[in-house]
């Protein structure tokens, strides 16, 4: 069993930064991906980025959607149980409740996910 919890959300406005969080908990294994994704007021979820990683090494492979590459930044804690998700240049389309997950393949699509957190809401707004 694997727990996360996401943090960082927030009320912003165009051109700001954010630094979403999630922190996990519970079992490690020895290739993990965590991946972010998010889903704007009916729309479907969609995939942001994520970071696969092997136990014991200290960084990853990262990926991203066309739509925040340049923007946005995935990355972990070497230290700890923590995966980040930077957010620069915001804009209102990124308006969305953002979630991690967890799994041990890498994948774009959010039903290949056995692990979610419970989301974090982020709005972008003048």
């Known amino acids: 069993q694997v727990s996360l919890v996401e943090s960082g959300g927030g009320l912003v406005q165009p051109g700001d930064s954010l630094r979403l969080s999630c922190a996990a908990s519970g079992r490690t294994f020895s290739t993990i991906v965590v991946g972010w994704f998010r889903q704007a007021q009916g729309a479907e979820r969609e995939f942001v980025a994520a970071i696969k990683w092997s136990l014991g090494s200290t960084g990853g492979i990262t990926y991203y959607a066309a739509s925040v590459k340049g923007r946005f930044t995935i990355s972990r804690d070497s230290a700890r149980n923590t995966v980040y998700l930077r957010m620069n240049s915001l804009t209102p389309e990124d308006t969305a409740v953002y979630y991690c997950?967890?799994?041990?393949?890498?994948?774009?699509?959010?039903?290949?996910?056995?692990?979610w957190g419970q989301g974090t809401q982020v709005t972008v707004s003048a």
């Open positions: 997950a967890a799994d041990t393949n890498y994948s774009r699509k959010p039903g290949d996910y056995d692990y």
